[in-house]
Structures are given as structure tokens and as C-alpha cells.
């Protein structure tokens, strides 16, 4: 039996956990992971950055594939730390610019010739400048902390007073620490937003289900931005997928080829649809969350099988099989989240099977900011909490075993949002 470690503690790292877990033929850890993680799972008390803790871990278990969840792990470079050890899905630190610097990949994102938002970019040192700017421009626009912000460094300005707090904010330092001190200012687009998510292996790649998800902390698109608080899949038909391939998908992988530096692993294209053409909004250079948690139950093949072509380069040639239907997934968050997050609520859990995750019927959870308090009982830490997954052969019966899943992990102070996969558009 193959055995996978999986690094991170989130609903994402659950939710590959999980898909790992259900081909039947690997073991499988993760470290650190969290409480809500159960048995057969494996949790390692090892943070995502003890490279030591984790070569040696590998080392002793003879771990084959290591799976990397988060950005920050990858952009510090794990995969150049342990590629010599197992095969490490994730890219290595060369290409951690894609996410970890809005700047830079707005700049491949035009050399490369692939539709964007125009921009103009400022650094600490063009303070003054920046806010001159925010002054005359027209609003709304879209103002970016460049570095990693957990999700929450945009913010879609409508007026010159809180774009300029704002950026502010970010190029002093007060905001995202380093994270901010370059920011990117964006024309604002509108259109439809889907999210793509794909697996490469440096010559080929697999899309996974196209996926829509919500930003915005409340019901009808209001209050603030957030990591993410639901998602359903699949969201998009065959042809508009053949376009992204042909403007975004293939001169990404050409332009990075050309580099010398070929694409591997997981890879997130946040795109939104203006007047029938695709335009890059963003790149992950990992699974997105939430949406691994309804992508990856989507898929038919197995993790194990899925790892096998992707380790001797022959994801072209796999046929990626999915099953039938839609998945629905909803995103608890505790009272505060996203500016103030509150922790320490009880959670009352009823027995879950397959590793802490079956919830019911074709109706699963993925947890993330829990632990387990003396008792043994669930407690929120403060943050998104879990995301509840329905799924079902339309996309109202997957939305509706989502919302019952969720009536059955209450606790004091959540946050949700009532309307995901609500009157979507452009479902495939």
C-alpha cells in the first residue's frame, strides 16, 4: 500500500485527505492537519514549515507522493526542500511568482499576451504617487496587495476616500505587513467569474471541473471580502472551456515552457467572462478553497490513479472520468470572520464516518479552524470553520443536502451565506 502525506489543516487538505482515503489502496497522513480529522486519516503533529520534522517523517515512513495544500508552504519553497526525498505535487519555488506576487504575474500575463485587466502598479516608495492617482481615477476600481493575503488583500474601491485608505494601508505596512507594500490597481471588469482548476505534470494536464465560488461574506454579494464562502461545480459548458483553453490555458503552459520552467502540479485560473472572452483575474499556484471541496468529489478517477500519471508525465494521455450530477458546497465561518474572527464555540458533532467527513447521504463535511478541547469536543478557532458539500444529480438537490448538512453542525456565532448556487448562470 502507497502512502501519502498530506500537508496542510484546512478543508482543502481535508478534502484531498478524503479523495486519497476513498481509492481504498493508500495510507494516508497529514500534517499538521486538525481535530475534525479522524481515523483512518493519520494527523502528524508537524507544522507545515518544520522542514527537518517532515524529511525525516517522509524518510521514516518511506512516504511516495507529498501533497501541499497550502500557498504559504509553496512559496516558501517545500517542494525544493523535499523533491529529493518523494515526488512533492506542488511547483518549486521559481514558480511561486504566479501567486505570491500579484506584480509579476500581472507582468507574464501581458508579455505572454493573455487577456487581463489593464493596471498600473505602485511600491512603497511611489506612495504619494499611488494616492495622487486614486484621486482622479474613475470608480469603481480594483486595488490588490500584491504579496499573500489569505485571500482578503482586495478590495473593489466604488470612491477615492477608501481606495486611497486602502492602499494606504498596504504600502505603509499596516495592512498585510510586506504583503502590501506593492499594490496592484486594476480596471474593474464585470462579468461572470468561474474558477478553473487543473493538474499538471510539466508536458500535459487534466482540467477539473470548472467551479463558481462566492467572495463575499454575505447574501446577495454584500459585505466584505472573504477566502471564500461556497462554491458549486461544475459551472461552465465544454465550449466556453475550449475558448479558456485556447487564450489562457495554452499560452500560460507555452510561455512558461519557454522560460525553462514548465508548469507542475495543482494550478487555480481565476478568470472572469467579459463580452464573450475570458480574462485572468488571478493564478493559484494550488488547489483552491473551497473549491477542492467540490471539485475533487466530482472526480470518478481515483487520487491513486490521478498520482500515477501525473508522476511519469502522462497526464495527456489519462481520460478524466466524472460522475454525474453537482456538488454544492457551504462555508461556516465564526462570528468576526473575516476582520475580528471569534473562536472558542462548541460544536456538537454527530458520529462521521471515512475520516471525519461523512455527514449523510451523498453529504459530506471538511473541516478547518476546529480543535478539540479537553473534553474531546469540537471548538472553533476562529476563521472559516468547516464546508458542508451536498451533491446530487441536479444542482438544487446538491444545494438542498448542503443546507440540510449544515443544520446538523450549529454552533454559537456562525456565518453563512443562504443563497449559494442560487439562481446560477452558465451552469454546464
Not at 477539473?208 to 465560488?213: M, S, T
Amino acid at each position: 500500500m502507497e502512502k501519502v502525506l498530506v500537508i496542510g489543516r484546512g478543508a482543502r487538505e481535508h478534502a484531498l485527505a478524503h479523495k486519497a482515503l476513498a481509492s481504498g489502496r493508500l495510507e494516508v497522513f497529514v500534517a499538521p492537519g486538525n481535530a475534525g480529522m479522524q481515523p483512518p486519516l493519520q494527523r502528524v503533529p508537524l507544522e507545515e514549515k518544520d522542514i527537518a520534522g517532515l524529511r525525516q517523517f517522509i524518510r521514516k515512513e518511506k512516504i511516495h507522493y507529498v501533497l501541499v495544500g497550502p500557498e504559504l508552504p509553496i512559496a516558501r519553497g517545500i517542494y525544493d526542500d523535499l523533491h529529493d526525498l518523494a515526488p512533492v505535487l506542488a511547483p518549486p519555488q521559481k514558480l511561486s511568482f504566479l501567486e505570491a506576487s500579484k506584480a509579476k504575474a500581472k507582468h507574464f500575463l501581458q508579455t505572454a499576451g493573455i487577456p487581463t485587466a489593464e493596471a498600473v502598479i505602485f511600491d512603497y516608495t511611489r506612495q504619494v504617487e499611488a494616492e495622487r492617482y486614486l484621486q482622479a481615477a474613475s470608480y469603481p476600481l480594483v486595488i490588490k496587495a500584491s504579496g499573500l493575503a489569505a485571500g482578503k488583500g482586495v478590495l473593489i474601491a466604488t470612491n477615492a476616500e477608501e481606495a486611497i485608505a486602502f492602499a494606504r494601508g498596504c504600502l505603509t505596512g499596516s495592512l498585510f505587513q510586506g504583503a502590501g507594500q506593492t499594490i496592484v490597481v486594476e480596471r474593474f471588469l464585470v462579468g461572470e467569474e468561474r474558477s478553473v482548476l487543473l493538474l499538471s505534470d510539466g508536458k500535459g494536464y487534466v482540467i477539473l471541473p470548472v467551479a463558481r465560488d462566492y467572495k463575499r461574506l454575505l447574501s446577495g454579494d454584500q459585505g466584505p471580502n472573504t477566502g471564500g464562502m461556497g462554491v458549486y461545480a461544475p459551472a461552465a459548458d465544454t465550449q466556453w472551456l475550449d475558448i479558456v483553453k485556447e487564450t489562457v490555458l495554452e499560452p500560460t503552459f507555452a510561455a512558461l515552457r519557454r522560460a525553462g520552467t514548465p508548469y507542475v502540479g495543482f494550478l487555480y485560473v481565476g478568470l472572469i467572462w467579459v463580452e464573450g472572452e475570458p480574462y485572468v483575474l488571478e493564478y493559484n499556484i494550488r488547489l483552491g478553497d473551497p473549491e477542492a471541496q467540490v471539485v475533487l468529489p466530482l472526480v470518478a478517477n481515483s487520487l491513486e490513479e490521478l498520482l500515477y500519471y501525473w508522476r511519469i508525465q502522462k497526464l495527456s494521455e489519462l481520460k478524466l472520468r466524472l460522475k454525474p450530477g453537482y456538488a454544492v458546497g457551504v462555508v461556516a465561518a465564526t462570528a468576526g470572520y473575516p476582520d475580528a474572527p471569534k473562536g472558542g464555540a462548541l460544536i456538537e458533532v454527530p458520529p462521521l464516518a471515512e475520516g471525519g467527513t461523512l455527514l449523510g447521504e451523498q453529504t459530506y463535511v471538511y473541516w478547518a479552524g476546529v480543535e478539540a478541547d479537553e473534553g474531546g469536543k469540537l471548538r472553533t478557532t476562529g476563521g472559516r470553520t468547516y464546508t458542508v458539500v451536498g451533491l446530487g444529480d441536479t444542482l438544487e438537490a446538491a444545494r438542498q443536502r448542503a443546507y440540510a448538512g449544515l443544520e446538523k453542525l450549529p454552533f454559537e456565532g456562525r456565518q453563512y451565506r443562504e443563497d449559494i448556487a442560487l439562481n446560477p448562470q452558465n451552469v454546464a
